[in-house]
């Protein structure tokens, strides 16, 4: 990330998100009023605009990003959800960005912690108004994540109890070093029975692929740098104490939750959930 600048793809995952507002309603599937708020100014405004932002999330490449996006999140919501009614109450968003759940999902008595780049967390911080989140800033490439859970339990997370780990939309800005730091830091604040979920790319096709999307994130600071290979995810995460549950292809997300006529794409992206072992 540039220092010192809120996260570019951050602002753009919340474009994104004020534009699904703009879908069918058979393809919205996480709605995210408050994100219009968190991108950038002429965005919002465009976006805000019901006949501009219908045109814009019509357009191929935005409609593919707004609908990868929305999978992702709302799996995410229902892992979140399903979480809650077994009980669980503590919510950690490592990489939270402008990430509304504390807020929009309201989950009866669950805890947020947010955990992000001081960058982008003053910027969230500056906008977000009375959230009921704690926020810790920690930079995963900088600062040892070997003291995240002690930052925790300052902050009030209770680590006798479990706690859903959401890892949105962050695994491919990180280094291996610091992906490896950040699992084993979930696992050292995790009680039995806590989760993680995240999503990822399939390491060989992030070898093999030269696209758009990867130029652009270069460009803005935030390169892609680290995916997984799906057969090793297992293994990977079994030696930092998490055992696999689910791990499933967009192209499996979308068949369950669009319609027929959005099935297509969705290929090198990935969805994992794996539980304390
Ligand atoms: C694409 S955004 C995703 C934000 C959010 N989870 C969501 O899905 O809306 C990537 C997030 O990773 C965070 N991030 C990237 N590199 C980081 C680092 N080295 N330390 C802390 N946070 C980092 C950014 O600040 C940003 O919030």
Redesign the pocket.
């Known amino acids: 990330?540039r220092t010192g600048a809120?996260?570019w793809?951050?602002r753009?995952?919340?474009w994104m998100?004020a534009l699904a507002e703009h879908l069918p309603a058979d393809e919205r599937l996480a709605s995210d009023p408050a994100a219009q708020g968190f991108t950038w100014r002429g965005a919002a405004r465009a976006s805000a605009r019901p006949w501009l932002g219908r045109a814009l999330v019509a357009l191929p490449p935005l409609r593919f990003n707004v609908l990868s996006?929305q999978l992702?999140?709302r799996a995410?919501d229902d892992a979140a959800r399903l979480f809650a009614a077994r009980g669980g109450r503590q919510i950690v968003?490592?990489?939270?960005?402008?990430?509304a759940r504390a807020t929009r999902l309201e989950l009866d008595g669950a805890r947020f912690f947010e955990?992000?780049?001081?960058?982008?967390?003053a910027a969230?911080r500056a906008r977000a108004g009375a959230s009921p989140a704690r926020y810790v800033a920690?930079?995963?490439?900088?600062?040892p994540l070997s003291e995240l859970p002690a930052a925790l339990l300052r902050e009030g997370h209770d680590p006798a109890a479990p706690t859903l780990t959401?890892?949105?939309?962050?695994t491919?800005?990180?280094s291996r070093h610091?992906l490896d730091a950040s699992v084993r830091a979930v696992r050292a604040y995790c009680a039995p029975g806590s989760e993680l979920v995240f999503n990822y790319l399939d390491q060989r096709r992030l070898d093999r692929r030269v696209s758009g999307e990867r130029l652009v994130v270069r460009w803005v600071g935030?390169p892609f740098r680290s995916g997984f290979a799906p057969e090793e995810l297992a293994a990977w995460l079994q030696t930092r104490g998490f055992r696999l549950t689910s791990d499933r292809s967009y192209a499996e997300l979308a068949a369950e939750l669009l319609p027929r006529r959005r099935h297509r794409g969705h290929v090198d992206r990935r969805l994992a959930l794996a539980t304390t072992s």
């Open positions: 990330m809120a996260s793809t951050a753009w995952v919340a998100r996006l992702r999140t995410i968003l490592l990489g939270a960005g402008f990430d955990v992000d780049h001081p960058a982008t967390q969230k920690w930079d995963f490439e900088e600062r959401i890892w949105e939309g962050v491919m800005y990180l610091a935030e």
